[in-house]
């Protein structure tokens, strides 16, 4: 795993720790502008990247980490080298457990602004609590696993401000997720049922289509390498055949296409063909069952200190 930290003069660096290394870190939730306003791998290794609008990101991350004792951070846009197929593939499939490790999780609400006349002022309370849960941030894809997986999350609004944790807005996260509070609290995700664990991501968007299904690898507790230029009925495909092997007698094929073609809203079989009908509300019977959600750690190793 790479991890960002500050120099004295105030430059970012890149650390990169085995499995059995790895010292405590924040990590960054967020949404991302334009691929060119995000700093990038090649951006922290060059030392360049200072104009870009996601470089305030990075910087906060490291203020609000050294404010809770930690001196590494981790922020998506530059631990992960992209122009690397393999290093990228194998990142979507930690990504989970990378924030489930996480000491700390920042989520920023660029969106979010907090109302005057102030903070406490009963209408600007309310109003604020409004503005979180009409933020963009509840629409993506991944962030549905950066609000799941770590134990701490902590929100921020545009301006930096804090608005609350998961705990405190647990409230107005339920009534714009629809997330069950035992999940949000920490409940194993394995206790609960695959249609109910496809609604939470229902209605969620990914800049690459195939992401909305990979976001979901930590949330089924499979492993899967990606794969893109096929669609998202193909990835949903692959994804249905990697969760329905563990369940053995508990719950058939059947059953398990059911819940996804209801998710979907088309019919995939086992090569991903199927009309396209994404989001119907057609009622099916379900199953339950339980998933193992311990996750398949992926090769990493140590190379110390880049810069």
Known sequence: MRLLWAEADGNFRLAEFSDEKIPPYAILSHTWGADDEEV??????????KNKPGYKKI???????????????????????????????????????????????????????IPKPGINDPSSCQARKQRIKSSKWFERSWTLQELLAPTSVEFFAGEWEPLGNKRTLEKEIHDRTKI?????????????????????????????????????????????????????????????????????AQFSSHDCSRQFNTFTGTQINNTGSGNILFGSDKQ??????????????????????AG
């Open 40 to 49: 990038s791998f090649r951006d922290i290794v060059d030392g360049r990247g």
């Open 59 to 113: 910087r906060f991350c490291a203020q609000q980490a050294r404010k809770d004792g930690l001196k590494f951070f981790w922020v998506d846009s530059c631990c992960i080298d992209k122009s690397s197929s393999t290093e990228l593939s194998e990142a979507i499939t930690s990504m989970f457990r990378w924030y489930q490790r996480a000491t700390k999780c920042y989520a920023y609400l660029s969106d979010v602004s």
């Open 180 to 248: 069950t509070v035992r999940a949000l609290r920490g409940m194993p995700l394995s206790r609960f049922s695959v249609r109910e664990r496809l609604l939470w991501a229902r209605g969620r968007q990914a800049k690459r289509e195939e992401d909305k299904a990979y976001s979901l690898l930590g949330i089924f507790g499979v492993h899967m390498p990606p794969v893109y230029g096929k669609g998202w009925k193909h990835a949903f495909a692959r994804l249905r055949k990697e969760i329905n092997p563990p369940m053995g």
């Open 284 to 305: 099916v019977g379900y199953a339950k069952f339980g998933i193992d959600t311990t996750f398949v750690p992926s090769r990493s190793f140590f190379l110390g200190e």
